[in-house]
Structures are given as structure tokens and as C-alpha cells.
């Protein structure tokens, strides 16, 4: 686990608490989502390494950019993350309460690495993901050129290589034994 990983859990799973409370996991998926789009821009940081700027004024200059995107919680968020330095944490902060949701609703994420765009084969393919995680997937998909051939699949901590590249890695370990 990552230090941005560990120091957003508390805070993830703190917004994911009110919201769920509070009935509003929509309203604070979107707050997250503006909150990790204004950070990352290139305003925001040069606002962020301006040593002139107290903590206090980037959370009140963040929120103004926001502007009416952002509700009284999602400004209080703003100020909090920001007193305690954690702002930089939103786009780990947003990616965990989205794992939280998807856990509550069922859905399992399932990252697939291919050396190509989609085939004819992809049908087979999460049809057997859907059997083996369940019918809710949410797939994430990336072109990874280095693969040579085949596919990666990663779900949580899980990896499996079925790369035309991960074979060839295995066969070159063999054969040096």
C-alpha cells in the first residue's frame, strides 16, 4: 500500500460514511470528481507550490473555483482536507470511495490489459470474467503495446498474466534455472 493509499483510507471511508447516512453517494461521487478535475489542473498547481498561500487561502481559492459545484459538506470537505495538508489525496480519496460504492452495490472492477484494441474474442472473455466475479463488472481497459500479445487481468490484489510477453518472461526464468 502506497502512503497516498493509506493516508486517504481514513478519509474515504469517512466521506463514504456521511454519504451513505446521509443517502447522498451520488452527490458526493460527483463533489470527488470535481474536487480531483480542479486539482489537477495547472492552476491548481502553481496555487499549491505558491509558498505565499497559507493552507487556509488554496482551500478557499479551491472552493472558488469550484464554485456552485460544490454543496456546504463538500466545502467543509475542502477545509479539512486542506488543515490537515491532505488535499493533494483527492484523486486517491475519490478512487477509494468508488471501490467503497462498488463494494455496497455489487460491482467488482476488472482491469484488462491488452496489446490491442478489443477483439471478437472479448465476448468469450467477460463472459468468463462474469462467471467467475459476478454479473456487475465494471472493465477497465488499456492498450499496452509491451504485451506483444494476449491479455493482463487484474482485480484487486489479483493478476493474471496471460500475455504472449508473461510467457516469455516465464520460459527465460525456466530456462536460466
Avoid at 129 to 137: Q, V
Avoid at 138 to 165: C, E, F, K, M, Y
Wanted: aromatic share 4%; with cysteine; hydrophobic share 45%.
Amino acid at each position: 500500500m502506497s502512503m497516498d493509499q493509506a493516508l486517504a483510507h481514513p478519509w474515504a471511508a469517512a466521506v463514504f460514511a456521511r454519504a451513505n447516512e446521509t443517502k447522498r453517494l451520488d452527490a458526493w461521487s460527483q463533489i470527488l470528481l470535481v474536487l480531483e478535475q480542479s486539482t489537477a489542473t495547472e492552476a491548481w498547481l502553481r496555487i499549491q507550490t505558491d509558498a505565499r498561500r497559507d493552507h487556509a487561502q488554496q482551500a478557499q481559492l479551491l472552493i472558488e473555483a469550484c464554485g456552485d459545484l460544490l454543496d456546504e459538506e463538500g466545502r467543509n470537505l475542502v477545509r479539512m482536507l486542506a488543515s490537515f495538508r491532505r488535499i493533494g489525496l483527492v484523486r486517491e480519496l475519490r478512487r477509494q470511495f468508488q471501490a467503497l460504492c462498488d463494494r455496497q452495490a455489487g460491482v467488482v472492477e476488472v482491469g484488462i490489459d491488452s496489446a490491442f484494441a478489443e477483439t471478437g474474442e472479448d465476448k468469450t472473455l467477460l463472459a468468463a470474467l462474469r462467471k467467475r466475479f459476478g454479473p456487475t463488472l465494471r472493465v477497465v481497459r488499456r492498450i499496452d503495446p509491451a504485451l506483444i500479445g494476449g491479455v493482463v487481468i487484474h482485480q484487486g490484489d489479483r493478476v493474471l498474466d496471460a500475455s504472449l510477453r508473461g510467457s516469455l518472461e516465464r520460459v527465460a526464468r525456466h530456462l536460466r534455472v
